[in-house]
């Protein structure tokens, strides 16, 4: 995956770069804000990491000027600014995510996936499949081969978004957005016991385990198959 | 600065005052002389009848002696009567213009008594006739006294203006050094409390005038920076010494992992607890970050009519098999319709914070117990309710958890920054609402009090400070 990290402050920048590389994507970086629109319009990114504060341009002047070119590149907004009222600015710029530094790399970098992700047509299906295990979407329905799931409407949302993302990262705050729709930081473990009764559910005796957890990161469902 | 402003607030109404008076002054002039001249047309007038009288019963022969009789007594009419060819036949004036070119009607003409110097041109008001004879009668009245009452009058005009002009400046002097003396007791008062003495108010005089609304406006904004104050000065001792201590147990690891740290596993364990600590000092800075949006009032704008019973039901649900898994009976119970003006992430966040306390310290202790979560609404209030059975919060001390970094648990035994009530607190004071804890018996009840939208308790709910209506 081919990513471009526009961050004026070059030690955060290379860092982010760098462990973007190791974990097997190809990053880019531009120092500031005009240079980061220039490569941003010439080359075929995957996903733009664009800092908010930045000189020359700032982060929201660069995605209204890239939507403006009819560019859909996914955009993550990094701000030290992390207040509702300047999420929802940076989303209405143009931006598709918003993450508040300091943040953790496994928690960019799950992000960074996951709009990568969204931008593939096959990620709004119907059905989402992952090993025995199928959801589907119009009639409300889970089961587990073949045998029905009945699940509490939070609960399928919540399988939902982690099959949509199946074989990727997702993390606590990920889920608690876009599942609850709420961005604070709850700091305990609520998140986690949502997750565990899932478990429970999705997962009978003797059948293999499809809901991981990623130690330091958040979870992952994955084909055992693969 | 003030003088000069004195001097030109004094300088203006004084201006303002001569121009009215002068303009006064002129019509009062103008109306005198407009009256004085109007009595002597009637003068003239009643001498013109007079003489048409004597004419029509006595001819052209006893009109002559009568001007003759007449023009001779002291003080008397101007008369003169000319033949066709223009030689005087009868009066007691010469005129100083040719009589023949006198058109009949009204004038003011030059003439001169026959005793005297043709130099003395007196003037005088006339009015001619043409008897149907071809004769020209002049009839007139000297205006020499008019003249002499028109001087009189110009100099009293002239000394009145003076008197206005000095009169008015001193009026308008005094007026405005009052004011402004008032104002310069602004000022003065201003610059001892930019020196530094902030303790220092504006007078107020009682009289409730402008004066003492302004001084008294400016007084309650001094004690709300007053406040403000206080508070940031609490707040970076409390963030001084509240940091400190995680800091150090950051470099204490830190340093005692470099000692001793002889295995990479022992080594990534010593940077987990780094990295562990760290983000605890910046959950401590985003609290922080995040009262002071809520105190500032920056946030007021994000407010809109939700149904708070749709949040609080959703956080329930966020938190239902949290509090089951500690062994706590959970209860909800929502009222519906409770609309208020909120932000929703920001009473999430309250709520999740209360929810956490109670989940932290409401275990009966001698296990088993209770959180209950009530939300309703009565007299244009909305009450959210985050109730459990632990020990509860002695009354003396409720003011003081909701301050920053206040914990009770003396041992810091239970994680938690100290911050989740105060900023609960400052949330419901942004909605206009406020945070109250009472006594559950056992236990803790935590509710957090929000005006209805639309509701007669309005803003006026908590004393905080008014919110401004800022731009988005």
Not at chain 1, 161 to 171: C, D, E, K
Not at chain 2, 138 to 163: C, K, M
Not at chain 2, 236 to 242: I, L, P, Q, T
Not at chain 2, 344 to 359: F, K
Request: charged share 25%; glycine share 10%; aromatic share 6%.
């Amino acid at each position: 995956m081919k990513i471009l990290v526009v961050e004026d402050d070059s030690e955060a920048g290379r860092y982010l770069a760098r462990a973007l590389n190791e974990a097997g994507h190809v990053a880019d970086l531009a120092a500031d804000g005009e240079t980061g629109l220039e490569m941003a319009l010439a080359g075929t990114y995957d996903v733009l990491v664009v800092d908010r504060m930045l000189p020359k341009r700032d982060g929201l002047s660069l995605i209204m000027a890239l939507r403006a070119e009819q560019r859909t590149t996914p955009v993550l907004i990094l701000s030290a600014l992390g207040q509702v009222d300047d999420r929802v600015l940076g989303l209405r710029a143009g931006g598709d995510d918003y993450l508040t530094k300091p943040y953790a790399f496994t928690e960019c970098l799950a992000r960074v996936e996951a709009l990568a992700r969204r931008q593939n047509p096959q990620s709004a299906q119907l059905t989402y499949k992952v090993g025995d295990l199928v959801l589907d979407r119009l009639a409300h329905r889970v089961s587990r081969a073949g045998e029905d799931i009945p699940l509490q409407p939070r609960e399928f949302r919540l399988l939902e978004y982690l099959m949509r993302h199946a074989g990727q990262v997702v993390t606590r705050t990920m889920l608690l957005e876009n599942v609850w729709d709420y961005h604070f930081d709850p700091q305990t473990n609520v998140i986690d016991v949502h997750v565990s009764r899932l478990r429970g559910k999705i997962e009978r005796k003797g059948q293999a385990t499809l809901l991981h957890t990623i130690r330091g990161a958040g979870y992952m469902i994955r084909d055992p198959g693969r | 600065m003030a003088r000069t402003t004195a001097f030109k607030l004094s300088a203006f109404y004084l201006l303002i005052f001569a121009l009215f008076s002068g303009i006064i002054l002129g019509y009062i002039a103008w109306n005198t002389r407009r009256l004085l001249d109007a009595q002597i047309t009637e003068t003239i007038e009643t001498e013109i009848n007079a003489l048409a009288e004597q004419y029509r019963q006595g001819g052209l022969r006893r009109l002559v002696a009568v001007i003759e009789r007449r023009g001779r007594q002291s003080g008397s009419f101007l008369y003169l009567l000319v033949d066709g060819r223009g030689d005087a036949m009868t009066g007691n004036a010469i005129l100083r213009v040719p009589v023949q070119s006198v058109s009949p009607g009204w004038g003011e003409i030059r003439y001169n008594w026959p005793d005297e110097a043709e130099e003395v041109a007196r003037l005088a008001k006339v009015r001619t006739f043409i008897l149907p004879s071809g004769l020209r009668l002049f009839v007139g009245r000297d205006l020499e006294e008019q003249d002499r009452l028109r001087v009189t009058i110009r100099r009293a005009r002239g000394l009145s203006l003076l008197l206005v002009v000095l009169m008015g400046g001193f009026g308008a002097w005094f007026v405005t050094r009052r004011v402004l003396s008032r104002v310069e007791g602004v000022a003065t008062t201003s610059a001892a409390i930019m020196a530094g003495n902030l303790a220092e108010r504006l007078p107020v005089t009682n009289t409730n005038d402008e004066f003492d609304r302004l001084a008294l406006h400016l007084n309650a904004m001094l004690d709300r920076i007053g406040e403000l104050m206080t508070g940031l000065r609490d707040l970076s001792d409390n963030v001084a010494h509240d940091l400190r201590t995680p800091l150090t147990r950051l470099r204490n690891g830190a340093e005692d992992a470099l000692r001793k740290a002889e295995t990479l596993e022992d080594a990534k364990t010593a940077l987990e607890r780094a990295i562990e600590e760290s983000d605890n000092l910046l959950r401590i800075f985003d609290a922080l970050q995040m009262i002071a949006r809520a105190e500032s009032g920056n946030l007021a704008t994000s407010l809109k009519p939700q149904k708070l019973e749709e949040i609080v039901s959703s956080l329930a649900e966020l938190y239902e098999p949290l509090a089951e898994e500690a062994g706590l009976a959970f209860q909800t119970k929502l009222g519906t319709g409770l609309v208020a003006n909120a932000n929703r992430e920001l009473i999430g966040q309250a709520l999740s914070n209360l929810i956490d306390n109670a989940l932290k310290y409401g275990l009966n202790p001698e296990g088993g117990g209770s959180l209950s979560i009530t939300a309703e609404k009565s007299g244009g209030q909305i009450r959210i309710a985050v109730a459990d059975r632990g020990k509860g919060i002695p009354e003396d001390k409720r003011q003081a958890v909701v301050e920053r970094f206040v914990r009770l648990d003396a041992s810091r035994a239970k994680p938690g920054l100290g911050l989740g009530l105060s900023l609960v607190a400052a949330i419901a004071r942004l909605h206009g609402g406020e945070l109250r804890l009472e006594d559950n018996a056992p236990g803790l009840k935590a509710v957090l009090v929000l005006p209805e939208a639309g509701g007669s308790a309005g803003r006026s709910l908590a004393s905080g400070p008014a919110l401004p209506e800022k731009e988005a």
